[in-house]
Protein backbone atom coordinates (compact mmCIF):
# COMPACT_ATOMS: atom_id res chain seq x y z
CA UNK A 1 0.00 0.00 0.00
CA UNK A 2 1.14 3.47 -0.65
CA UNK A 3 2.40 5.60 1.91
CA UNK A 4 -0.28 8.22 2.39
CA UNK A 5 1.07 12.20 2.61
CA UNK A 6 1.27 13.43 6.13
CA UNK A 7 -1.81 14.54 7.42
CA UNK A 8 -1.26 18.41 7.39
CA UNK A 9 0.05 17.91 3.96
CA UNK A 10 -3.28 16.41 3.20
CA UNK A 11 -5.47 19.05 5.06
CA UNK A 12 -3.35 21.66 3.16
CA UNK A 13 -4.36 20.39 -0.38
CA UNK A 14 -7.97 20.59 1.04
CA UNK A 15 -7.78 24.24 2.10
CA UNK A 16 -6.14 25.11 -1.48
CA UNK A 17 -9.38 23.28 -2.89
CA UNK A 18 -11.95 24.69 -0.67
CA UNK A 19 -10.56 28.40 -1.27
CA UNK A 20 -10.50 27.47 -5.24
CA UNK A 21 -14.15 26.95 -4.63
CA UNK A 22 -14.57 30.73 -3.41
CA UNK A 23 -11.65 32.46 -5.56
CA UNK A 24 -13.08 33.62 -8.64
CA UNK A 25 -15.92 31.33 -8.86
CA UNK A 26 -16.89 33.71 -11.96
CA UNK A 27 -13.50 33.48 -13.90
CA UNK A 28 -12.09 31.04 -16.44
CA UNK A 29 -9.87 28.27 -16.17
CA UNK A 30 -6.15 29.09 -17.17
CA UNK A 31 -2.94 27.04 -17.68
CA UNK A 32 0.27 28.27 -18.44
CA UNK A 33 0.88 26.41 -21.56
CA UNK A 34 0.81 27.25 -25.00
CA UNK A 35 -2.53 27.14 -27.46
CA UNK A 36 -3.24 24.10 -29.89
CA UNK A 37 -1.40 25.02 -33.06
CA UNK A 38 -2.30 23.59 -36.68
CA UNK A 39 1.13 24.43 -37.36
CA UNK A 40 3.28 20.94 -37.49
CA UNK A 41 6.25 23.39 -36.11
CA UNK A 42 7.94 20.88 -33.59
CA UNK A 43 7.59 21.95 -29.64
CA UNK A 44 10.37 24.31 -28.59
CA UNK A 45 12.52 23.23 -25.14
CA UNK A 46 10.89 24.62 -21.87
CA UNK A 47 14.07 26.09 -21.45
CA UNK A 48 13.83 28.43 -24.79
CA UNK A 49 12.09 31.44 -24.09
CA UNK A 50 9.87 32.78 -26.84
CA UNK A 51 10.87 35.20 -29.60
CA UNK A 52 14.49 33.70 -30.89
CA UNK A 53 13.87 36.45 -33.92
CA UNK A 54 16.69 38.76 -34.55
CA UNK A 55 14.57 41.38 -35.23
CA UNK A 56 11.88 42.99 -32.39
CA UNK A 57 9.67 44.35 -34.66
CA UNK A 58 8.63 40.55 -35.99
CA UNK A 59 9.51 38.14 -33.31
CA UNK A 60 9.07 34.71 -34.67
CA UNK A 61 7.04 33.78 -32.21
CA UNK A 62 4.13 36.42 -32.68
CA UNK A 63 2.15 36.47 -35.15
CA UNK A 64 3.38 38.49 -37.90
CA UNK A 65 2.83 42.44 -38.10
CA UNK A 66 0.80 42.49 -41.07
CA UNK A 67 -0.95 39.35 -40.41
CA UNK A 68 -3.79 41.28 -37.69
CA UNK A 69 -6.93 41.86 -39.07
CA UNK A 70 -10.80 43.41 -37.69
CA UNK A 71 -13.43 40.45 -37.05
CA UNK A 72 -16.60 40.61 -38.97
CA UNK A 73 -19.63 40.70 -36.42
CA UNK A 74 -20.91 37.81 -38.00
CA UNK A 75 -18.67 35.44 -36.05
CA UNK A 76 -19.17 35.59 -32.04
CA UNK A 77 -17.19 33.87 -29.57
CA UNK A 78 -15.13 32.06 -32.35
CA UNK A 79 -12.72 29.96 -30.53
CA UNK A 80 -9.82 27.44 -32.01
CA UNK A 81 -11.64 23.84 -32.27
CA UNK A 82 -9.56 22.40 -29.68
CA UNK A 83 -8.88 23.24 -25.91
CA UNK A 84 -5.44 23.87 -24.77
CA UNK A 85 -3.51 21.25 -23.68
CA UNK A 86 -3.22 20.77 -19.74
CA UNK A 87 0.08 20.57 -18.01
CA UNK A 88 0.67 17.17 -17.02
CA UNK A 89 1.22 16.38 -13.75
CA UNK A 90 5.39 16.88 -13.45
CA UNK A 91 5.06 19.60 -15.73
CA UNK A 92 7.90 21.99 -15.25
CA UNK A 93 6.32 25.21 -15.10
CA UNK A 94 5.92 27.66 -17.87
CA UNK A 95 6.56 27.11 -21.70
CA UNK A 96 7.94 29.12 -24.63
CA UNK A 97 5.12 30.47 -26.84
CA UNK A 98 5.45 28.51 -29.85
CA UNK A 99 3.82 30.37 -33.10
CA UNK A 100 0.21 30.79 -33.16
CA UNK A 101 -1.65 29.54 -35.47
CA UNK A 102 -2.62 31.94 -38.35
CA UNK A 103 -5.62 34.94 -37.94
CA UNK A 104 -8.98 33.66 -38.56
CA UNK A 105 -9.29 36.52 -41.44
CA UNK A 106 -5.49 36.48 -43.74
CA UNK A 107 -7.25 37.46 -46.48
CA UNK A 108 -6.95 40.81 -45.26
CA UNK A 109 -3.89 42.07 -43.98
CA UNK A 110 -3.29 45.53 -43.15
CA UNK A 111 -0.09 46.91 -43.23
CA UNK A 112 1.18 48.21 -40.02
CA UNK A 113 4.31 50.62 -39.83
CA UNK A 114 7.15 50.29 -37.74
CA UNK A 115 7.49 51.67 -34.17
CA UNK A 116 9.88 54.05 -32.71
CA UNK A 117 11.06 51.33 -29.93
CA UNK A 118 11.92 48.55 -32.83
CA UNK A 119 13.90 51.24 -34.48
CA UNK A 120 15.33 52.48 -31.35
CA UNK A 121 16.61 48.42 -30.89
CA UNK A 122 18.30 48.02 -33.83
CA UNK A 123 17.51 44.20 -34.21
CA UNK A 124 18.27 43.83 -30.00
CA UNK A 125 14.80 42.19 -28.04
CA UNK A 126 14.15 41.15 -24.50
CA UNK A 127 13.38 37.67 -25.67
CA UNK A 128 16.85 37.51 -27.43
CA UNK A 129 18.55 38.88 -24.33
CA UNK A 130 16.99 36.30 -21.77
CA UNK A 131 17.69 33.60 -24.16
CA UNK A 132 19.15 30.56 -22.24
CA UNK A 133 19.94 32.61 -19.26
CA UNK A 134 19.98 30.52 -15.65
CA UNK A 135 18.07 33.33 -13.65
CA UNK A 136 19.28 31.13 -10.68
CA UNK A 137 22.72 32.48 -10.86
CA UNK A 138 23.05 36.14 -9.62
CA UNK A 139 25.83 37.13 -11.96
CA UNK A 140 23.76 36.24 -15.10
CA UNK A 141 20.62 37.21 -13.86
CA UNK A 142 22.58 40.76 -13.00
CA UNK A 143 23.79 41.02 -16.75
CA UNK A 144 20.76 40.20 -18.35
CA UNK A 145 18.65 42.80 -16.24
CA UNK A 146 21.14 45.43 -16.82
CA UNK A 147 20.99 44.85 -20.71
CA UNK A 148 17.31 44.72 -20.49
CA UNK A 149 17.50 48.27 -18.70
CA UNK A 150 19.64 49.78 -21.32
CA UNK A 151 17.80 48.64 -24.08
CA UNK A 152 14.23 50.35 -22.78
CA UNK A 153 15.85 53.64 -21.99
CA UNK A 154 18.01 53.29 -25.52
CA UNK A 155 14.39 53.11 -26.88
CA UNK A 156 12.66 55.85 -24.20
CA UNK A 157 14.63 58.64 -25.52
CA UNK A 158 14.22 57.52 -29.38
CA UNK A 159 10.42 58.33 -28.32
CA UNK A 160 10.86 61.66 -26.02
CA UNK A 161 13.20 63.00 -28.87
CA UNK A 162 10.53 62.09 -31.29
CA UNK A 163 7.91 63.49 -29.19
CA UNK A 164 10.17 66.75 -29.30
CA UNK A 165 10.05 66.96 -32.68
CA UNK A 166 6.70 66.23 -33.38
CA UNK A 167 4.97 68.76 -30.77
CA UNK A 168 3.96 64.91 -28.97
CA UNK A 169 2.65 65.61 -24.73
CA UNK A 170 4.64 62.79 -22.67
CA UNK A 171 1.62 62.86 -20.61
CA UNK A 172 -1.74 63.12 -20.35
CA UNK A 173 -4.61 63.24 -17.60
CA UNK A 174 -7.84 62.46 -18.57
CA UNK A 175 -11.51 62.07 -17.19
CA UNK A 176 -12.14 58.93 -14.76
CA UNK A 177 -8.77 59.23 -13.04
CA UNK A 178 -6.91 58.28 -16.42
CA UNK A 179 -3.09 58.82 -16.42
CA UNK A 180 -1.17 58.40 -19.94
CA UNK A 181 2.71 58.40 -20.84
CA UNK A 182 3.88 58.28 -23.72
CA UNK A 183 5.46 55.22 -24.69
CA UNK A 184 5.75 54.28 -28.52
CA UNK A 185 5.16 55.96 -32.34
CA UNK A 186 3.73 53.67 -34.80
CA UNK A 187 4.70 55.91 -37.74
CA UNK A 188 3.84 59.19 -36.26
CA UNK A 189 0.70 57.81 -34.63
CA UNK A 190 1.64 58.02 -30.90
CA UNK A 191 1.35 54.81 -28.95
CA UNK A 192 0.15 55.79 -24.77
CA UNK A 193 0.56 53.62 -21.76
CA UNK A 194 -2.43 54.28 -19.58
CA UNK A 195 -3.88 52.98 -16.12
CA UNK A 196 -7.03 51.39 -17.20
CA UNK A 197 -10.22 52.95 -15.28
CA UNK A 198 -13.67 53.99 -16.78
CA UNK A 199 -15.53 57.24 -16.23
CA UNK A 200 -14.41 43.04 -3.17
CA UNK A 201 -13.34 40.64 -0.62
CA UNK A 202 -17.19 39.20 -0.93
CA UNK A 203 -17.04 38.71 -4.69
CA UNK A 204 -13.78 36.39 -4.69
CA UNK A 205 -14.94 34.87 -1.41
CA UNK A 206 -11.41 36.07 0.56
CA UNK A 207 -13.51 36.97 3.16
CA UNK A 208 -14.51 33.45 3.83
CA UNK A 209 -11.08 31.84 4.67
CA UNK A 210 -9.97 35.19 6.58
CA UNK A 211 -11.60 33.50 9.88
CA UNK A 212 -10.32 30.47 11.36
CA UNK A 213 -9.55 27.56 10.55
CA UNK A 214 -7.84 29.22 7.51
CA UNK A 215 -7.00 32.95 9.11
CA UNK A 216 -5.37 33.85 5.82
CA UNK A 217 -4.34 37.66 5.51
CA UNK A 218 -1.09 38.23 3.67
CA UNK A 219 1.24 37.36 6.30
CA UNK A 220 4.58 36.71 4.84
CA UNK A 221 3.78 37.92 1.57
CA UNK A 222 5.32 40.39 -0.88
CA UNK A 223 4.16 41.30 -4.54
CA UNK A 224 4.97 44.11 -6.20
CA UNK A 225 3.02 47.28 -8.01
CA UNK A 226 3.94 48.64 -10.73
CA UNK A 227 1.50 51.63 -11.79
CA UNK A 228 2.31 55.16 -13.05
CA UNK A 229 2.99 56.72 -10.39
CA UNK A 230 4.15 55.39 -6.45
CA UNK A 231 2.01 54.05 -3.57
CA UNK A 232 1.60 56.66 -0.68
CA UNK A 233 3.17 54.46 1.84
CA UNK A 234 2.31 57.15 4.28
CA UNK A 235 -1.58 56.16 4.02
CA UNK A 236 -3.24 54.93 6.89
CA UNK A 237 -4.38 51.77 5.62
CA UNK A 238 -0.52 50.97 4.13
CA UNK A 239 1.60 52.34 6.63
CA UNK A 240 4.60 50.51 7.60
CA UNK A 241 4.17 47.47 4.58
CA UNK A 242 4.86 49.32 1.46
CA UNK A 243 8.28 49.98 -0.39
CA UNK A 244 9.25 52.60 -2.87
CA UNK A 245 11.64 50.85 -5.40
CA UNK A 246 12.24 53.99 -7.55
CA UNK A 247 10.23 57.22 -7.03
CA UNK A 248 10.79 59.65 -3.78
CA UNK A 249 7.10 61.16 -4.86
CA UNK A 250 4.71 61.39 -2.30
CA UNK A 251 2.19 58.95 -4.01
CA UNK A 252 -0.13 58.93 -6.81
CA UNK A 253 -4.04 57.79 -6.40
CA UNK A 254 -4.61 55.04 -9.05
CA UNK A 255 -1.11 53.36 -8.06
CA UNK A 256 -2.59 53.91 -4.17
CA UNK A 257 -6.16 52.85 -5.43
CA UNK A 258 -4.76 50.02 -6.54
CA UNK A 259 -2.85 48.92 -3.44
CA UNK A 260 -5.50 49.14 -1.07
CA UNK A 261 -7.39 46.79 -3.23
CA UNK A 262 -4.69 44.13 -2.61
CA UNK A 263 -4.33 45.13 1.09
CA UNK A 264 -5.66 47.63 2.84
CA UNK A 265 -5.44 46.94 6.46
CA UNK A 266 -9.11 47.90 7.07
CA UNK A 267 -8.78 51.30 9.38
CA UNK A 268 -11.99 51.86 7.45
CA UNK A 269 -14.68 48.33 7.21
CA UNK A 270 -15.51 49.51 3.98
CA UNK A 271 -12.05 49.87 2.24
CA UNK A 272 -10.29 46.43 3.88
CA UNK A 273 -8.12 44.96 1.54
CA UNK A 274 -8.04 41.21 0.05
CA UNK A 275 -4.91 40.66 2.15
CA UNK A 276 -4.82 43.19 4.80
CA UNK A 277 -1.27 42.12 5.97
CA UNK A 278 0.59 41.56 2.79
CA UNK A 279 4.25 43.39 1.85
CA UNK A 280 3.96 45.59 -1.70
CA UNK A 281 6.80 46.88 -3.30
CA UNK A 282 5.91 50.15 -5.44
CA UNK A 283 7.43 50.23 -9.36
CA UNK A 284 6.75 53.30 -11.39
CA UNK A 285 6.16 51.63 -14.77
CA UNK A 286 8.57 53.09 -16.76
CA UNK A 287 11.05 50.13 -17.08
CA UNK A 288 9.01 47.66 -15.91
CA UNK A 289 10.17 44.07 -18.20
CA UNK A 290 13.73 44.55 -16.50
CA UNK A 291 12.32 45.20 -12.89
CA UNK A 292 10.24 42.30 -13.14
CA UNK A 293 13.06 40.13 -14.49
CA UNK A 294 15.11 42.00 -11.23
CA UNK A 295 12.34 40.68 -8.76
CA UNK A 296 10.39 38.26 -9.59
CA UNK A 297 10.63 34.49 -7.71
CA UNK A 298 12.82 32.45 -9.27
CA UNK A 299 12.93 29.23 -7.27
CA UNK A 300 10.54 27.33 -5.08
CA UNK A 301 13.14 28.07 -1.96
CA UNK A 302 13.18 31.71 -3.39
CA UNK A 303 11.59 34.08 -0.48
CA UNK A 304 12.91 37.19 -1.53
CA UNK A 305 11.52 37.70 -4.58
CA UNK A 306 8.17 38.22 -5.72
CA UNK A 307 5.60 35.71 -6.29
CA UNK A 308 3.08 37.92 -7.90
CA UNK A 309 2.61 41.37 -9.26
CA UNK A 310 -0.22 43.80 -10.15
CA UNK A 311 -0.17 46.04 -13.84
CA UNK A 312 -3.23 47.96 -13.91
CA UNK A 313 -2.44 49.87 -16.95
CA UNK A 314 -2.32 48.56 -20.99
CA UNK A 315 -0.86 50.23 -24.35
CA UNK A 316 -2.86 51.62 -26.99
CA UNK A 317 -3.28 54.34 -29.47
CA UNK A 318 -6.10 56.99 -29.34
CA UNK A 319 -8.32 56.34 -30.52
CA UNK A 320 -8.05 52.66 -30.15
CA UNK A 321 -6.70 51.11 -33.20
CA UNK A 322 -9.08 47.71 -34.49
CA UNK A 323 -5.78 46.05 -35.94
CA UNK A 324 -4.36 45.66 -32.65
CA UNK A 325 -7.39 43.44 -31.52
CA UNK A 326 -6.29 39.43 -29.97
CA UNK A 327 -2.76 40.07 -32.40
CA UNK A 328 0.47 38.65 -30.08
CA UNK A 329 3.24 40.51 -31.16
CA UNK A 330 6.48 42.12 -29.67
CA UNK A 331 5.01 43.57 -26.43
CA UNK A 332 3.20 40.18 -25.51
CA UNK A 333 6.26 37.95 -26.48
CA UNK A 334 8.83 40.36 -24.50
CA UNK A 335 6.49 39.97 -21.03
CA UNK A 336 6.04 36.20 -21.77
CA UNK A 337 9.70 35.95 -22.23
CA UNK A 338 10.09 37.31 -18.47
CA UNK A 339 7.67 35.43 -17.24
CA UNK A 340 9.19 31.69 -19.17
CA UNK A 341 12.57 32.39 -17.06
CA UNK A 342 10.82 33.12 -14.14
CA UNK A 343 8.58 30.08 -13.20
CA UNK A 344 7.64 31.19 -9.44
CA UNK A 345 6.45 34.52 -10.85
CA UNK A 346 2.97 35.06 -11.82
CA UNK A 347 1.97 38.84 -12.97
CA UNK A 348 -1.61 39.62 -12.70
CA UNK A 349 -2.44 42.39 -16.19
CA UNK A 350 -5.73 44.45 -16.77
CA UNK A 351 -7.35 43.16 -20.07
CA UNK A 352 -8.66 46.48 -20.91
CA UNK A 353 -11.78 48.59 -21.21
CA UNK A 354 -11.75 48.94 -24.86
CA UNK A 355 -15.14 46.55 -25.54
CA UNK A 356 -17.36 49.12 -26.46
CA UNK A 357 -15.11 51.30 -28.27
CA UNK A 358 -13.42 49.00 -30.20
CA UNK A 359 -16.09 46.21 -31.32
CA UNK A 360 -17.78 49.42 -32.64
CA UNK A 361 -15.23 49.44 -35.60
CA UNK A 362 -16.44 46.20 -36.40
CA UNK A 363 -15.85 42.40 -34.68
CA UNK A 364 -16.26 41.43 -31.03
CA UNK A 365 -12.46 40.85 -29.56
CA UNK A 366 -10.77 43.84 -27.79
CA UNK A 367 -7.68 42.40 -25.66
CA UNK A 368 -4.43 43.94 -27.48
CA UNK A 369 -0.91 43.88 -26.13
CA UNK A 370 0.56 42.42 -22.89
CA UNK A 371 -2.91 41.15 -22.21
CA UNK A 372 -3.09 38.74 -24.81
CA UNK A 373 0.77 37.40 -23.43
CA UNK A 374 0.17 33.52 -22.34
CA UNK A 375 2.57 33.13 -18.99
CA UNK A 376 0.42 35.45 -17.19
CA UNK A 377 -3.38 36.45 -15.62
CA UNK A 378 -5.02 38.47 -17.63
CA UNK A 379 -8.12 40.08 -15.68
CA UNK A 380 -11.26 40.84 -16.56
CA UNK A 381 -14.09 43.60 -14.62
CA UNK A 382 -17.38 42.12 -12.99
CA UNK A 383 -19.98 43.86 -11.32
CA UNK A 384 -19.67 42.85 -7.63
CA UNK A 385 -20.64 39.70 -6.94
CA UNK A 386 -22.94 40.29 -3.99
CA UNK A 387 -26.58 40.18 -2.86
CA UNK A 388 -28.02 41.24 -0.01
CA UNK A 389 -24.46 41.33 1.71
CA UNK A 390 -23.86 37.62 0.64
CA UNK A 391 -22.20 35.99 -2.40
CA UNK A 392 -24.25 36.00 -5.34
CA UNK A 393 -21.98 35.19 -8.29
CA UNK A 394 -25.08 35.46 -10.22
CA UNK A 395 -25.11 39.24 -9.90
CA UNK A 396 -21.56 39.26 -11.22
CA UNK A 397 -22.24 40.04 -14.79
CA UNK A 398 -19.66 41.09 -17.03
CA UNK A 399 -19.05 45.09 -16.86
CA UNK A 400 -19.81 46.45 -20.42
CA UNK A 401 -16.23 48.21 -20.70
CA UNK A 402 -14.39 45.10 -19.48
CA UNK A 403 -12.15 43.90 -22.76
CA UNK A 404 -13.48 40.51 -24.25
CA UNK A 405 -11.36 37.67 -25.86
CA UNK A 406 -10.43 35.38 -27.63
CA UNK A 407 -6.77 35.45 -29.22
CA UNK A 408 -6.30 35.64 -32.61
CA UNK A 409 -4.67 31.88 -32.05
CA UNK A 410 -7.53 30.95 -30.39
CA UNK A 411 -6.89 31.08 -26.67
CA UNK A 412 -9.26 31.93 -24.42
CA UNK A 413 -8.35 35.73 -22.94
CA UNK A 414 -9.74 36.70 -19.95
CA UNK A 415 -7.99 34.32 -17.64
CA UNK A 416 -10.41 35.19 -15.31
CA UNK A 417 -12.31 38.31 -13.75
CA UNK A 418 -12.93 40.10 -10.26
CA UNK A 419 -15.17 43.31 -9.17
CA UNK A 420 -14.11 45.86 -11.21
CA UNK A 421 -16.97 48.52 -10.74
CA UNK A 422 -17.11 51.38 -8.04
CA UNK A 423 -14.24 49.93 -5.97
CA UNK A 424 -14.19 51.84 -2.62
CA UNK A 425 -10.25 52.15 -1.68
CA UNK A 426 -7.85 54.37 -0.58
CA UNK A 427 -6.18 57.64 -3.07
CA UNK A 428 -3.25 59.44 -2.55
CA UNK A 429 -5.23 63.02 -2.02
CA UNK A 430 -3.95 62.50 2.19
CA UNK A 431 -3.33 60.06 4.54
CA UNK A 432 -7.03 59.58 5.08
CA UNK A 433 -8.07 59.86 1.55
CA UNK A 434 -10.64 57.03 -0.17
CA UNK A 435 -12.58 57.10 -3.25
CA UNK A 436 -15.51 54.93 -4.28
CA UNK A 437 -15.60 56.30 -8.29
CA UNK A 438 -12.79 54.05 -9.72
CA UNK A 439 -14.15 51.53 -11.92
CA UNK A 440 -12.30 49.31 -14.75
CA UNK A 441 -9.90 46.17 -14.87
CA UNK A 442 -7.51 48.47 -13.25
CA UNK A 443 -9.49 47.65 -10.10
CA UNK A 444 -10.49 44.10 -10.77
CA UNK A 445 -7.16 43.14 -11.23
CA UNK A 446 -5.65 44.28 -7.76
CA UNK A 447 -8.54 42.27 -6.48
CA UNK A 448 -7.80 39.12 -8.52
CA UNK A 449 -4.07 39.49 -6.91
CA UNK A 450 -5.01 40.20 -3.52
CA UNK A 451 -7.47 37.11 -3.53
CA UNK A 452 -4.30 35.04 -5.06
CA UNK A 453 -2.33 35.88 -2.41
CA UNK A 454 -3.52 34.24 0.13
CA UNK A 455 -3.39 30.99 -1.67
CA UNK A 456 0.55 31.63 -2.21
CA UNK A 457 0.43 32.34 2.26
CA UNK A 458 -1.39 28.90 2.39
CA UNK A 459 1.03 26.95 -0.11
CA UNK A 460 4.04 28.10 2.23
CA UNK A 461 2.16 27.72 5.50
CA UNK A 462 1.43 23.92 4.33
CA UNK A 463 4.84 22.89 2.89
CA UNK A 464 7.90 24.61 5.16
CA UNK A 465 7.41 27.90 3.19
CA UNK A 466 8.13 26.94 -0.04
CA UNK A 467 6.84 29.20 -3.13
CA UNK A 468 4.15 27.53 -5.52
CA UNK A 469 5.22 27.60 -9.16
CA UNK A 470 3.26 30.15 -11.18
CA UNK A 471 1.60 27.72 -13.19
CA UNK A 472 0.11 25.28 -10.37
CA UNK A 473 -1.58 28.92 -8.73
CA UNK A 474 -2.69 29.76 -12.71
CA UNK A 475 -4.24 26.36 -13.09
CA UNK A 476 -5.89 26.24 -9.35
CA UNK A 477 -7.40 29.85 -10.58
Known amino acids: MAKLPPLRARRGVAALLFLLIFVFGLGWLGVRE ?27 TSEPEESKTPRSPAQPGMASASSPTPPSANSPGPVSPLTPAPAIRPDREPTLEPSTRAQAANGESIPNILKDVDMTDPEARARVVAAMRLLGERQENAVIEKARQLGVPLRKDGPGHTVSTLYDFRGDEPIYRSTL ?193 VRSPAAGLIASFSSLGPCDDGRIKPDAVANGVNVYSPVATSNTAYDATYSGTSMATPNALGSSALLVQLYAREFSGQRMRASTLKALL
Do not use: C
Open 34 to 60: KPTSTSSKPAESVANPPDSSPKISEPE
Open 197 to 389: NTNAAISTGANLVAVAPYTLNGTGVKIGVWDGGPVRSTHQELTGRVTKKDSTATGDDHATHVAGTIGASGVQAAAKGMSPKILIDSYEWNNDYAEMAAAGTVSGGDTTGLPLSNHSYGLGSDPPDPNDMGRYETEASSLDAVAARLPYYLPFWAAGNEQEELTAKGGYQSITFNGLAKNIMTIGAVNDAVASG
